[in-house]
């Protein structure tokens, strides 16, 4: 709490900023025997951590001069290169040189440049409705006004999209929409996926109304079952899309890696955005993921990875047909990525729920926290990237207690 004279100093930026709940919650999730369904941070079973320390060795001793010193804003080439033929192999976009990446700071800070070079207080951001709170906590530095469009099970209700863009084109704001924001594969928070015909429905709406899509996919490479259906930058292009990529999921997030994939226009308007937020980016970890993926074939890691979180997935969704079914309930199975999100019968408020899961010990993090404008909410995310596979079950059983506490209480 700042108080005093630092209060009054503060600027609207500083006075509006809030404690995430989901960091709160992450304190809570350190108590011995806590189980958390809380962040979404990877398995750490998952990194490479003996390649990444030999590799590390030898670029701190051998290439000093690079890896301990600035870099350019733009990013270490090597790890562009390395970068550019991973795009091709993973998703198939082969339109990309050097010019059209930023390397930043996790795809974080990229929704951070993206705030500052696109938007003003009077300015429209089209958000789905749950939405990634980062990206929203990122975008309202800026101020500006979110329209939040409902999301199905098959990514976001192009129906509803469509009639509030003829709305705004009628009452002629549709200038001051910059851009709409989604994450089209195993969504964060929902876990679903746009289907391909929904991707292109969205395409032709912002060629309509001439508005840029950002696309945010940092789970696009981590599919169970099928592939997803291709990526809106690769149907529509530069001149349409901005794509954000991070290594944070398919490689480790302590390496603090994320790349803004975009015209070159673009690109050197947020190089600009970066230079006065930090500078550069790390060169040691840039050079360390670049070294990475030139030694070891990522495509071959990435298997296991996703075998690892399949396993998860299943667990959970096992445990809770067991246990959470009975209670009415429901959720969709993603076929990747780490979430899972859950719709309680209504009456049921996961938010005050949180006082219940404290005790037992369970956490998850409640609907509310990622949805625009919404008092109350049924629905919680899941996540089964974190928890040891064999704990998985009792957290459930956990959360079920709670469903059960909270009901006598409310005498629902
Ligand atoms: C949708 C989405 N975008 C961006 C990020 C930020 O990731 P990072 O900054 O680690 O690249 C996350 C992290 O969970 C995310 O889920």
């Known amino acids: 709490m700042v108080t005093g004279i630092f209060e ?3 600027s609207k930026i500083g006075k509006n900023l809030k404690s995430s709940l989901i960091r709160d919650l992450l304190k809570y999730a350190q108590i011995p025997g806590a189980i958390s369904f809380g962040g979404g941070a990877p398995d750490p079973e998952t990194f490479p951590s003996k390649e990444l320390g030999e590799i590390a060795k030898e670029i701190l001793e051998n290439e000093y001069k690079f890896t301990l010193q600035y870099i350019p804003t733009e990013g270490d080439e090597e790890l562009k290169e390395e970068f550019i033929k991973l795009l091709d192999r993973i998703y198939g976009i082969t339109d990309v040189a050097k010019k059209n990446l930023l390397m930043t700071t996790g795809s974080q800070q990229a929704l951070d440049i993206l705030a500052r070079i696109f938007l003003d207080e009077d300015s429209y951001v089209i958000v789905e ?20 469009i409902p999301l199905e099970k098959d990514g976001m209700d192009i129906n509803y999209l469509e009639k509030v863009l003829k709305d705004l084109d009628e009452k002629g704001e549709i200038e001051k929409v910059k851009f709409i924001y989604t994450v089209p594969t195993f969504q964060n928070p929902a876990g679903v996926t746009m289907s391909l015909e929904k991707r292109k429905a969205l395409i032709e709406l912002a060629e309509k ?4 899509i950002v696309e945010d996919d940092p789970y696009g490479a981590l599919y169970f079952d099928e592939t997803p259906p291709d990526s809106l930058y690769k149907l529509a292009g530069k001149e349409r899309v901005i794509l954000l990529n991070t290594f944070s999921k398919i490689l480790t997030p302590g390496l603090r890696i994320g790349v803004i994939i975009a015209d070159e226009n673009i690109i050197s308007k947020a190089v600009m955005a970066k230079q006065s937020a930090d500078l550069c980016s790390s060169g040691l970890t840039q050079r360390l993921a670049a070294r990475f993926l030139k030694k070891y074939d990522l495509l071959d890691y990435l298997k296991s990875i996703r075998a690892v979180y399949k396993e998860k997935r299943d667990i959970m969704i096992e445990a809770m047909e067991e246990h959470l079914k009975p209670y009415g309930v429901t959720w969709n199975k ?11 019968p209504e009456g049921y408020d996961t938010m005050e729920m949180l006082d219940i899961a404290k005790e037992k010990l369970v956490f998850y993090i409640p609907g509310k926290a990622f949805l625009v404008d919404v008092e109350k909410s049924s629905t919680a995310r899941l996540s089964f990237c974190l928890p040891p596979k064999e704990v998985i079950p009792e957290g459930i059983k956990r959360l079920a207690e709670v469903i059960e506490e909270y009901k006598k209480e409310k005498g629902l």
């Open 334 to 344: 993603p076929g990747g990525g780490l979430f899972i999100w859950i719709e309680l």
């Open 209 to 212: 109304y001439d508005i840029i």
């Open 8 to 10: 009054e100093k503060l």
């Open 129 to 148: 409705s749950p939405s990634y709170l980062g990206a929203l906590n990122a975008f309202y530095v800026s101020f500006p006004k979110f329209i939040a």
